[in-house]
């Protein structure tokens, strides 16, 4: 199973290309599409979108895994926030690919155990779970990490649910579209 995990932003939108089989998860692809504060707006909005565009139709994931938008006091960053994950879910339906979305207490609790984890506890689980020994940086790639590892953990537990081994898009596609017949 492949996931693309996302960590939208303006400045900075993290990504991760993870792949389970079995128990055992591997980080096949990850960093982080930086944009200039110099760029206009509609600049790095299309950057971001051609990247991740990029990024799925590389690596082909099953579906992608991204953060619920959250608002907190700060509507100034919520915004710009909100404009990078359009783009990205924008992305993602141009591919018919689907949506996994989690809460960031939900990715914390998948990935550390505890919804209430500290960013270092994330990104030393990301690392651990992931085998990677290197440092993380910046934090949004190792968010995207803890977004896919999330999304597999998920999406185990609705293919264990499901009969028949159907592939996660599939029982995706049927959770998004009760109707359809595939």
Known sequence: MLALGIDPGTAICGYG?????????KPLFYGSI??????????????????VSDIIGHFQPEFMSIEKLYFNRNVNTAIPVAQARGVVL???????????????MQIKKS??????????????????L?????EIKPD???????????????ARVLQLQAKGGARIGEILEKQRN????R
């Open 17 to 25: 290309v993870v792949e389970m089989k079995g128990s055992v998860m």
């Open 34 to 51: 930086l944009t200039d504060k110099d760029w206009r707006p509609e600049e790095r909005l299309l950057k971001i979108h051609q990247d």
């Open 90 to 104: 924008l992305a993602a339906a141009e591919h018919n690919l689907p949506i996994l979305e989690f809460t960031p």
């Open 111 to 128: 990935v550390t155990g505890t919804g209430g984890a500290e960013k270092n506890q994330i990104i030393f689980m990301v690392r651990r």
């Open 130 to 134: 992931l085998g990677i020994r290197e």
């Open 140 to 154: 949004d790639t190792a968010d995207a990490l803890a977004a896919a590892i999330c999304g597999l953990n998920q």
């Open 178 to 181: 009760p109707l359809s017949k």
